[in-house]
């Protein structure tokens, strides 16, 4: 089952709890993983046909973490770090 973006945001954020900056191809790949995602539901798309379903959820995760400010920063659409969990 794919989850929703909110499912998606605290393990983002425990994943890159590091402070090491991560690829956003990366936490995809460990989302999937985690979420026990197939191969066909990451290839299920949007009603529009334009996006796979997984990726526009982890996309949504991120535009509303990036709204949380200073507490987490994406360097740009591929890396990402947060100071947020420790």
């Not at 936490?27 to 979420?35: D, T, W």
């Not at 379903?53 to 535009?63: C, E, H, P, Q, S």
């Not at 740009?76 to 100071?83: G, W």
């Amino acid at each position: 089952m794919i989850p929703d973006y909110q499912s998606l945001m605290l393990p983002i954020l425990k994943l890159v709890s590091d402070g090491q900056e991560h690829k956003y191809r990366d936490l995809i790949e460990r989302l999937a993983s985690e979420f026990k995602v197939t191969d066909d539901e990451r290839k299920e798309l949007l009603a529009s046909g334009n996006q796979a379903i997984f990726y526009n959820r982890v996309g949504w995760a991120k535009t509303y973490l990036k709204k949380t400010g200073n507490q987490s920063t994406w360097l740009d659409d591929l890396n990402f770090t947060s100071s947020l969990v420790r």
